[in-house]
Structures are given as C-alpha cells and as structure tokens.
C-alpha cells in the first residue's frame, strides 16, 4: 500500500469529520488516489493528523455512503472502482482542456460580444481588506457586530425537516410567504410605505432589483437621468442597454432638479442617503422631483439602500411614500443591515410592473434560494432584525461622531455630514489633490480609503474628492487612520510643490 502523507485543508471553519471527509475527496477526484487503491486505516489516519479514530470512522462511514469509498470484509477501505464514472480521463498530451483551450484562442470573442461590462469603470478594494489595520471603506461589515447565535439559531430552523419539505420544491417564480408578509407590515410601513402583498418582489440584493427595472423600461432610445456623482455599478447596468446617460448635479439639497430632465425617460435616485455624498433630499426637491415627473412623465427608480441606518433624528419617509401615480419603483436592502454576503433585497412597485419583473426574473433564476428566504423571514419575525438595527444604529453613530470629531480637528471643513446616518462620510481634500494617488500611497501605511472619480460621470481623472467608510472600523482606530490620512496629503502636497 502506499503512504500518504494527509494533512487537513488550511482553515477553521467546519467540524473535524467534515474537513477529513473533504480532504479524502479532494485526493480521490484529483486522481491522487487511484480507483481501486486502498486508503489508510482509521487508526492510522487518525494518529497521522492527530485526532480521535471516532473522527476519522466517521468521515469514512460518510465517504461510504456517497460513494468514494468501501469497506471490505478483514481488509480495510478502498476507493470504488467507478467513482470517476462520468468524468473525462485523458493524459496531459492530449488533454480535452489543453484541446479546449487551443479553440478558444483562436476564435476572436471580441468581435461577438454586444456589450462588454469590462470596459466600464468600477470601485475596487483588495479582496484581503480585512487584513489592513485602517479600512475606512464603505459598504462592508463587522464581524463582531454580526448576530451569530440568532442566525445559527433560524438556520437550524431552516434545516429541520418540516422545513425542507416546505422549501426544497419549486417554488418557480413564487416568493416566502411569511418574508412578503414581513417586508409588507414591517419594514415598509416604517419608511411609510403602504402596498400590497402583491407589489412586493424579492430580489437577490438592491443591485438585482437595479438590474430587473433597467431591463423592463430602458433601451438604446431611452435616456436616464442618473446622480452624478452617484452609484457607479447603478450607471453601468444602464451603460449596458443604452448611452444615453444624463448626469444630474447634487448639491447641499441632493439632486439638482432642472430642464436637464425634461427629456428623461427614466431617472435613478438615492433620496434618503444619496450615494456617495450622504445628503438628503430636501422636502421642496421632493416635491419638485415628483411634479417634474407627472409632467414630464418619466420614471423614478429609487434606491433607498440605506434605509434602516438614520440615527441622526427622527426617520425620513421614503420618496414613494408620496408617490400618487405609482410612477416610483422602490428599491430596499436586507443586507445592508446583516451583511452583504448574504444578498437579498426587494423591489415594490405597482402590480403591473411586479407581474413583469417576476416572468423576468424568472428567466434569469426563477426565485431567490428558498432556503435563505426562509432564514430571514424567521431573523424578522423573531425581532432579530430589530433587535441588530438597533445595535448598528448605536454603533455607527458613535464611530460617526468620532468621524467628525477627528476630521473636524485634521481637515477642518473638508467633510460632508450626513444629518440623518448612514455608514460613510464624503470628503473633498485640498485643491491638486489627486485621491487616486492618495489610496495608492496610502495602502502602503495599510489605510484603505475609496478615491471617487469613477463616482462622477464622465469619470474625473485627478479627482480631489474621497470617501471614508466607518462600518467596518472599530472606533479606536479611527483618530490614528485620520492621522495617517491627513500626513500623507501633506506629504504629496508639499512634493508637488517641489
């Protein structure tokens, strides 16, 4: 028999057994362990990587249940002689992946595509973020804030067997239930939104919902008013279906509200926080906004993906809450609160559009996964939800006032202050500036901060505007980040002027 030498997949996630049962399965598909081979006892694999022989017995007995393995009488396990049926089995001269890869290089793909997302600008971040000290970036979550015990708690709901009978069909285009239910009596009427259970459609996030109205009402004739600056991957879904983009100017009062509408079709608007400079709407653009579309009668798509983050006062009604003529499509986000792994959000609109966005919807995957649905109907109905609300309002307003302590004593005037919450402050740093140079020379002190030229439209290339998240960042690292910030655009500052 030959020797393996075994070791456990480098992480700590998962039980003991399921890591020894992932690791067998990797060696057995990778061809490292033949067919037909005989694998280590349970003995002796247990004292190779030192755990319990019960561990390692009962990965096995796992593996012999799906089908890697057997056990045969006085003899030990084996590898089952047919489990690479069904897979393709060639040597490395004649590879169908080397044969594949040769075609595909040949054929100019370029010439075939219609649109090519790739040539649009977006925000990057480095995917290891969480390993800088100072990540003043917007969007991302903290991990100690995250309830764990309550979501472990509705997804061990979610996994008794009742439950699976209940999710596990097809749905087709259908949504839970108990989540419409919630979303319908719970989360809206807070924003004052009063619809009916069948207006409500949920989406796999805020971006998904973004993408079914731009599919439903734009073509290359439509215009679209967009905020600019605004939510740059909101601008590329519309670059995908037409250029004609209108970037709309936001002042202390949020979107400039003009003739530059007049021709608009359709207009994409972020009311409550607007995206990035966290200004709020006023109540006489609101108006104003609202009129400009029954006369000139274009659509509304608002994006209020911060909804449930105003910690500033008391909460500000959504734009559709005032909507008479059911021209608004509302846009919200479950997983700004919890987290944005776990993408899920939920459009409302009247029932014809509704009834539209679902066949769509279902072209593109039928349903969100039921099985999430249903974990985060129950995280809502058991006040989970509010109950981590709460605690993220709390924390968030005192990194905010942290924020604008500390910005207020380094870069007096600089910063933009949301009156009303949120996760990210906007900063407009000295004239010259260039904030692409800043975040460039500022990864290496490990500060992450999100230069915002790709915000405005056309992109600004030397652009002195940056933006600072903080609901990622613990509150004492805040003053030493800002710190480091200001020193470094002296720094830049004072070598261009040499």
Same mark, same amino acid.
């Given at each position: 028999?030959?020797?393996?030498?075994?070791?456990? *997949?480098?992480?700590?996630?998962?039980?003991?057994?399921?890591?020894?049962?992932?690791?067998?399965?990797?060696?057995?598909? =990778?061809?490292?362990?033949?067919?037909?081979?005989?694998? *280590?006892?349970?003995?002796? !694999?247990?004292?190779?990587?030192?755990?319990?022989?019960?561990?390692?017995?009962? &990965?096995?007995?796992?593996?012999?249940?799906? @089908?890697?393995? /057997?056990?045969?009488?006085?003899?030990?396990?084996?590898?089952?002689?047919?489990?690479?049926?069904?897979?393709?089995?060639?040597?490395?001269?004649?590879?169908?992946?080397?044969?594949?890869?040769?075609?595909?290089?040949?054929?100019?793909?370029? =010439?075939?595509?219609?649109?090519?997302?790739?040539?649009? $600008?977006?925000?990057?971040?480095?995917?290891?973020?969480?390993?800088? *000290?100072?990540?003043?970036?917007?969007?991302?979550?903290?991990?100690?804030?995250?309830?764990?015990?309550?979501?472990?708690?509705?997804?061990?709901?979610?996994?008794?067997?009742? &439950?699976?009978?209940?999710?596990?069909? +097809?749905?087709?285009? $259908?949504?839970?239930?108990?989540?419409? +239910?919630?979303?319908?009596?719970?989360?809206?009427?807070?924003?004052?939104?009063?619809?009916?259970?069948?207006?409500?459609?949920?989406?796999?996030?805020? $971006?998904?919902?973004?993408? !079914?109205?731009?599919?439903?009402?734009?073509?290359?004739?439509?215009?679209?008013?967009?905020?600019?600056?605004?939510?740059?991957? &909101?601008? =590329?879904?519309?670059?995908?279906?037409?250029?004609?983009?209108?970037?709309? /100017?936001?002042?202390?009062?949020?979107?400039?509200?003009?003739?530059?509408?007049?021709?608009?079709?359709?207009?994409?608007?972020?009311?409550?926080?607007?995206?990035?400079?966290?200004?709020?709407?006023?109540?006489?653009?609101?108006?104003?906004?609202?009129?400009?579309?029954?006369?000139?009668?274009?659509?509304?798509?608002?994006?209020?993906?911060?909804?449930?983050?105003?910690?500033?006062?008391?909460?500000?009604?959504?734009?559709?809450? $005032?909507?008479? /003529?059911?021209?608004?499509?509302?846009?919200?986000?479950?997983?700004?609160?919890?987290?944005?792994?776990?993408?899920?959000?939920?459009?409302?609109?009247?029932? &014809?559009?509704?009834?539209?966005?679902?066949?769509?919807?279902?072209?593109?995957?039928?349903?969100?996964?039921?099985?999430?649905?249903?974990?985060?109907?129950?995280?809502?109905?058991?006040?989970?939800?509010?109950?981590?609300?709460?605690?993220?309002?709390?924390?968030?307003?005192?990194?905010?006032?942290?924020?604008?302590?500390?910005? +207020?004593?380094?870069?007096?005037?600089?910063?933009?202050?949301?009156?009303?919450?949120?996760?990210?402050?906007?900063?407009?740093?000295?004239? @010259?500036?260039?904030?692409? /140079?800043?975040?460039?020379?500022?990864?290496?002190?490990?500060?992450?901060?999100?230069?915002?030229?790709?915000?405005?439209?056309?992109?600004?290339?030397?652009?002195?505007?940056?933006?600072? @998240?903080?609901?990622?960042?613990?509150?004492?690292?805040?003053?030493?980040?800002?710190?480091?910030?200001?020193?470094?655009?002296?720094?830049?500052?004072?070598?261009?002027?040499?």
């Amino acid at each position: 028999m030959t020797e393996y030498l075994f070791q456990l *997949p480098k992480r700590t996630s998962g039980t003991l057994q399921s890591r020894i049962q992932e690791m067998m399965v990797s060696a057995i598909m =990778n061809h490292h362990i033949q067919p037909g081979s005989p694998v *280590p006892s349970g003995r002796k !694999l247990a004292y190779q990587l030192k755990v319990s022989r019960n561990t390692v017995v009962l &990965a096995y007995q796992n593996l012999i249940d799906e @089908g890697f393995i /057997e056990s045969r009488e006085r003899s030990g396990f084996y590898v089952c002689k047919n489990v690479l049926d069904g897979y393709v089995v060639t040597d490395e001269k004649d590879s169908v992946s080397n044969k594949n890869a040769d075609l595909q290089s040949k054929h100019d793909w370029s =010439n075939r595509f219609c649109v090519t997302p790739s040539d649009f $600008q977006y925000i990057k971040k480095p995917e290891n973020w969480q390993q800088y *000290p100072y990540p003043f970036l917007y969007g991302q979550y903290d991990k100690a804030i995250f309830p764990i015990p309550d979501w472990r708690e509705c997804c061990r709901d979610a996994s008794s067997i009742s &439950a699976i009978y209940d999710w596990a069909g +097809d749905h087709v285009d $259908q949504d839970n239930p108990a989540l419409i +239910d919630q979303i319908h009596n719970k989360l809206l009427p807070r924003r004052g939104i009063f619809s009916n259970s069948d207006e409500i459609l949920v989406t796999l996030g805020a $971006q998904h919902a973004i993408f !079914l109205a731009a599919q439903l009402l734009i073509n290359k004739d439509k215009t679209v008013g967009i905020e600019n600056p605004g939510y740059v991957d &909101a601008r =590329n879904t519309f670059l995908t279906l037409t250029d004609k983009l209108k970037g709309i /100017e936001i002042d202390s009062e949020g979107m400039v509200v003009d003739s530059k509408l007049d021709d608009c079709d359709c207009v994409y608007v972020t009311p409550s926080h607007q995206y990035p400079t966290t200004v709020t709407l006023s109540e006489s653009r609101r108006r104003a906004l609202l009129d400009k579309a029954n006369e000139k009668n274009f659509v509304i798509i608002e994006d209020d993906y911060e909804a449930e983050l105003n910690y500033q006062g008391r909460p500000i009604p959504a734009l559709k809450s $005032q909507d008479t /003529e059911g021209r608004i499509i509302y846009i919200g986000s479950i997983s700004k609160t919890l987290a944005p792994g776990i993408r899920m959000g939920f459009m409302v609109a009247p029932k &014809a559009f509704i009834d539209e966005a679902r066949v769509l919807r279902r072209l593109m995957l039928r349903h969100p996964p039921s099985n999430n649905q249903f974990i985060i109907a129950r995280f809502l109905q058991r006040g989970y939800h509010d109950s981590l609300t709460r605690k993220l309002s709390t924390i968030l307003q005192q990194r905010s006032i942290e924020m604008q302590k500390q910005l +207020d004593i380094y870069m007096p005037g600089a910063a933009q202050f949301s009156h009303y919450g949120g996760s990210s402050i906007w900063v407009k740093g000295p004239d @010259g500036l260039d904030s692409k /140079e800043l975040a460039e020379e500022l990864l290496k002190e490990g500060v992450l901060i999100e230069p915002s030229g790709v915000l405005f439209y056309p992109e600004i290339e030397k652009c002195q505007y940056f933006r600072l @998240g903080f609901s990622s960042l613990i509150e004492d690292k805040i003053e030493a980040g800002i710190k480091i910030i200001v020193d470094k655009i002296k720094e830049i500052l004072a070598r261009e002027l040499n």
